[in-house]
């Protein structure tokens, strides 16, 4: 077992659309450094704007990973917006920004 993170990355288009990514893993850090390179994620990749706004950080296995990814992305938008409100404005970052 070891730290995990579950995260959620408001991703906004050049369309003005703006959608949440829900992601889970073990580096936060590098994670981040991923979806600024364009790697991974098509919905991320594609995005203009992409900022983290919202994580969790727990001790588990892979699959407990994968539930905790699967759990959060069943949520309602209004569900997900909350989280994000409710998250210290101190912890969100703008990963990625193309204008």
Not at 30 to 39: D, L, P
Not at 44 to 72: H, P, Q, S
């Amino acid at each position: 077992m070891t730290y995990q993170y579950v995260y959620m990355l408001e991703c906004e288009f050049r369309t003005g659309y703006k959608m949440f990514y829900i992601g889970y893993t073990f580096s936060l850090k590098e994670r981040m450094k991923q979806h600024k390179k364009g790697i991974g994620a098509v919905a991320t990749r594609n995005a203009r704007k992409v900022t983290l706004v919202w994580y969790k950080k727990f001790i588990g296995t892979i699959g407990d990973g994968m539930r905790e990814e699967k759990y959060y992305k069943k949520f309602t938008k209004q569900e997900k917006l909350k989280l994000v409100e409710n998250f210290p404005e101190k912890f969100k970052k703008v990963i990625k920004c193309e204008y």
